[in-house]
């Protein structure tokens, strides 16, 4: 296994299931600590998630992971209390009645737009049909269809909290699959393809997490996997061997020198950001490497901000902006979004400390990434004084900087990860799993990560009981 993020720990922990207690799991991992993306830390006293902070309930690899892992009775769900977006220079609820900011009729989305941006939006479904050709630069395809306010104000903001990228870096057809499916079969506007695509209100919550955060499932995993982890311990090649292959291993400091700088194994699962699956693959799986050369990746950091008790918030879940919102003073925030976790989740209410993220950071524009941590906390509090009106000095605070592993699903990712999958498919003793594939939410994470450790015991059973 190499990487130690969400979805090698489960493929590691799939492994063992299938493999049971005899086989020899080893996870190797560049960094000093396992999780990936899923990180736990202490701010002001309470246990606060500083990576991703929730799961989507509605799918359901994580509910099954965590039941099966016995922290069922952990899981927790936000309050009711709803998100905002900063549009125009004024806060505003997120409009219903939307997929991912695409309206399903004007009305939906006319608060939040001048009268000219209504105007504009009403008018799409009588253009001439949507020219679809399977994948489409989704910035350029909306203000074609909708003018720039739309997707400056509502989607931009939107996309941003998820891939920490821009509406007009994103491809159609990885981002909003349903409204891509919905073009395919016929849907003559992005209005009607909206309505088409807008999912059923299912029973249930939509998103959920662990009270003590996220690192617990980490936690668990590890345990329940019972591999010999190797950590700040990078893989410099991956190299093909008549039966199995070879893993050529480094160390991240002198102290994390392994003692045989070699590694023989007999499959390997990569659940690496794509710049070290296309190094680790450039050799021997050489197209694979190509596609996974065209994935970009986004940098950004979370501030988590512990603010003394009392301090009263917005009653909001959180707020979303545009790149190209302004300050009073006309210059450019330092966060894309905040999120108000005291408001947000009840496990964190009537905790001694009143507790906020801002995420700082976008694919292709840095920005406030270049401060240093007093500085990008300085940076954050002024933004939330602007944003809310809460003054209250900080009691404590944290900067989690994710430097370069939030992949960017561009026009054709889809098409990319085809090639990746194809590629490896001709290597039955390798697997690839991860954010670069399928999704970057912790579900998406967790399918690949299942997948990838079923299609390697399949391998290792056949290899054990050829057929005669």
Known sequence: MVGAGISGLTAAHRLRALLGPAAEVVVVEQGDRVGGKLRTAEVGGVRYDVGAEAYLARRPEVTDLLTELGLADQVVHPAKARSTVRAGGVTRLIPGRTVMGVPTAADAVADLLTDEGARRVAAEPGLPPVDWDGDAALGALLRDRFGDELPDRLVDPLLGGVYAGSVDGLGLRATMPGLAKALDDGAPSLTAAAATATPVPAGGPVFGTVATGLGTLVDRLVDSAAADLRLGVPVRALERREHGWRLHLGAATPAHAPEDPVLDVDAVVLAVPAPAARRLLAEPVPAASAAYGRVEVASMAVVAVAL?????????????????????????????????????????????????????????????????????????RADLVELTGVTAPPVDAAVTRWGGGLPQYAVGHTGLVEEIERAVSHHPDLAVAGATLHGVGIPA????????????????????????
């Open 308 to 380: 003394p008790g009392g301090a009263e918030l917005p009653g909001t879940s959180g707020v979303l902006l545009g790149a190209g919102e302004r300050r009073l003073d006309g210059t450019r925030f330092a966060v894309k979004a905040f999120t108000f976790s005291a408001t947000k989740w009840p496990h964190l209410a009537d905790r001694d400390v009143v507790v906020v993220r801002g995420s700082v950071g976008r694919h292709g524009d840095p920005g406030a990434l270049h401060a240093d941590d007093d500085e990008l906390v300085r940076l954050v």
């Open 445 to 468: 994470c967790v399918a690949t990560g299942d997948a990838a450790a079923h299609r390697i015991a399949t391998h290792l059973a056949t290899r054990a009981h050829p057929a005669r």
